[in-house]
């Protein structure tokens, strides 16, 4: 059965734009886990006080898995470690969007933080575009999963486009069982795209944000989270 997570951070995108401390994601996590989510992802952004509040709160508050996604740098995995998060996943991002690692062009640089994260008893993920190279580097580094981005197939724009990734997602994920690399995936997935990703077989969580609040103002978050929840782990 295949695992559902929730990115926080549609939550904390709204908290910041109000510019105060409502709405507090922490006060969100209940909800998620009691509509039966397995996994609470929290983004690192540098955003302040207020992350600085979250990242000391969040293992206390969190009941399922806590999953922290960062920027690769040694300050960061420290900031992981002293926040007890049990899985990092590593992403590339910049002032808007979130963005796959390049693991080929970083390895240098990644290797001895995949190694000092997973001394210290932390799971190591990465978010990796589908790409055998990339796969194999995670692999070398010593990573336990890898997260297929899963954008080149949300945002494809046209059927067939749409068909060719999904054909070159079901080869890697392949790929990486084989390089015993657990497999996870995320990227604008939603209601409209989400049935073929879930018929293969490897993936073990869909990591899921925007889509599930966004649903979350017609239907309301326990609803919506259930209805994500209905289609993974059936």
């Known amino acids: ?8 951070d549609a939550v904390v995108a709204i908290r910041q734009m109000g510019g105060g401390k409502t709405p ?8 998620l886990e009691m509509a039966g989510v397995d996994s609470i992802v929290y983004t690192m952004m540098q955003a302040g006080a207020a992350e600085e509040r979250d990242l000391r ?5 969190i009941h399922s898995h806590f999953n922290l996604r960062l920027v690769p740098t040694m300050e960061n ?28 062009e970083k390895e240098a640089l990644l290797a001895p933080i ?6 210290n008893g932390i799971v190591v993920n990465m978010l990796v575009d589908t790409d055998a190279n990339q ?15 899963t954008d080149k197939y949300t945002g494809a724009a046209s059927l067939t ?8 997602m079901k080869a890697m994920a392949m790929a990486a069982k084989k390089l015993t690399l657990s497999v996870t995936l995320s990227g604008h997935i939603n209601h409209n795209n989400i049935r073929e990703l879930l018929d293969i077989e490897e993936i073990e ?30």
């Not at 059965?1 to 926080?8: A, F, S, V």
């Not at 709160?57 to 508050?61: A, I, N, S």
């Not at 889509?211 to 059936?234: E, H, N």
């Open 57 to 61: 709160m969040l293992k206390e508050t």
């Open 205 to 234: 969580e869909i990591n899921i944000g925007h889509s599930v609040f966004a649903r979350a103002l017609f239907v309301g978050l326990d609803q919506a989270v259930r209805d994500f929840a209905t289609l993974i782990k059936k």
């Open 161 to 168: 486009l749409m068909e060719q990734e999904l054909e070159n």
């Open 114 to 119: 995949v190694s000092f994260l997973r001394t």
């Open 24 to 31: 507090d994601p922490l006060h969100v996590i209940s909800m």
């Open 1 to 8: 059965m295949k695992r559902l997570g929730i990115l926080l």
């Open 77 to 104: 995995a420290q900031a992981a470690i002293q926040a007890k998060a049990e899985m990092v996943t590593m992403i590339d991002r910049d002032s808007t969007s979130i963005r796959s690692v390049n693991a080929v």
């Open 135 to 149: 796969l194999r580097t995670a692999a070398r580094m010593g990573c336990d999963y890898v997260e297929l981005n």
